[in-house]
């Protein structure tokens, strides 16, 4: 069955950096393209960002450009999201994403930004 675990989370100051992993498994990883969400306390989930099968495509939010990058590693089936510059904005639960016939997601990873 597909699995998807994240890891990396955790507490950082105001213009830190983290990096976020997710291993996925129970399909063929390098066919299909992957996707980080957040959500927020009392906010709904949003897309930050994503990547194509090949790593060769990626897109993120407007209020992540400059400071996320996704990147994906096929040989370790397994996808990164760099996270520098953190805000206290980008406090939340970060979600690992994949659309395999059905919508799969992770158990989610903590980032907490704050002084």
């Known amino acids: 069955q597909v699995q998807l675990v994240e890891s990396g989370g955790g507490l950082v100051q105001p213009g830190g950096s983290l990096r976020l992993s997710c291993a996925a498994s129970?399909?063929?990883?390098?066919?299909?393209?992957m996707s980080w969400y957040r959500q927020a306390p009392g906010k709904e989930r949003e897309l930050v960002a994503a990547?194509?099968?090949?790593?060769?495509?990626?897109s993120s939010a407007e209020s992540v450009k400059g400071r996320f990058t996704i990147s994906r590693d096929n040989a370790k089936n397994t996808v990164y999201l760099l996270m520098n510059n953190l805000k206290p904005e980008d406090t939340a639960v970060y979600y690992c994403n994949v659309r395999v016939t059905n919508t799969y997601w992770g158990q989610g990873t903590q980032v907490t930004v704050s002084s």
């Open positions: 990547i194509s099968s090949g790593g060769g495509v990626t």
């Open positions: 129970g399909f063929t990883f390098s066919n299909y393209g």
